[in-house]
């Protein structure tokens, strides 16, 4: 029975493409390089900071210390605007809702700890920003936040789940992974867990498809109807 249910965060949960390009053309802006558009953005991101900062400045001008100007300024901007234009996605709230009536339905009827759903982030988002946006939007929902952190490789890299099933005394029979793009898809293979694409997110079907995604969701209702379908 999947019962650990794992979440990425942007485009997945939030849509929050617009403060992470305000934040990043301020940055480019500092360093006088060209701005990006929303749809470069799009594909941009994903990867965590260091690599968006990479892929929206110019090819001869990726140097360490360009990369690092950006960290600071982006940091700087970022946290205090983002939340200017992030909200979550429809029906997101009503999702996460369902999951928690669901575990209060179950310890009303004497369920073990072990037959709860428990609910956790895994993004690749700086740590410190991941936990503000998932406390303002839905807060006493999660029972882990993930962000990134140093010293922990980012996805598509197993270790974040590893560590998540771990907090959870969980196996990974019981876990998804859900998410808007081929990095969520490929950290769920590379953790031998199951997954759910969401159409809606940055970067759309096909590539969830073209990654192997198990499930691909069109509206987030849809999510609750796969996990209980999975064996």
């Known amino acids: 029975m999947i019962t650990s249910i794992i979440f990425d965060l942007d485009g997945t949960l939030v849509n929050s493409i617009k403060d ?108 410190k920003f991941a936990h503000i946006i998932v406390n303002n939007f839905f807060p006493n929902v999660f029972d882990v936040i993930y962000g990134a952190r140093e010293g922990f490789e980012r996805k598509p890299s197993p270790e974040i789940i590893n560590i998540i099933l771990k907090d959870f005394n969980r196996d990974k029979d019981t876990a998804v992974m859900i998410g808007d793009s081929n990095v969520d898809i490929y950290t769920a293979l590379n953790a031998g867990i199951r997954s759910i694409g969401c159409s809606w997110g940055f970067r759309g079907e096909s590539e969830l498809k073209d990654a192997g995604a198990e499930y691909i969701a069109h509206s987030s209702n849809e999510i609750y109807d796969f996990i209980k379908q999975m064996k």
């Open 20 to 127: 992470l390009a305000s934040a990043c053309n301020h940055a480019l802006r500092i360093l006088n390089y060209p701005e990006k558009n929303i749809e470069e953005y799009c594909q941009f991101v994903g990867n965590g900071v260091i690599e968006l900062f990479k892929r929206c400045l110019p090819a001869d001008c990726k140097t360490p210390e360009n990369i690092e100007r950006m960290k600071v300024e982006f940091r700087k901007y970022y946290g205090d605007h983002l939340l200017d234009e992030t909200l979550p996605y429809n029906g997101i709230k009503e999702l996460l809702n369902v999951f928690v009536q669901e575990n209060e339905k179950k310890r009303a009827n004497g369920a073990s700890e072990n037959e709860l759903f428990k609910l956790a982030i895994a993004t690749n988002k700086p740590d």
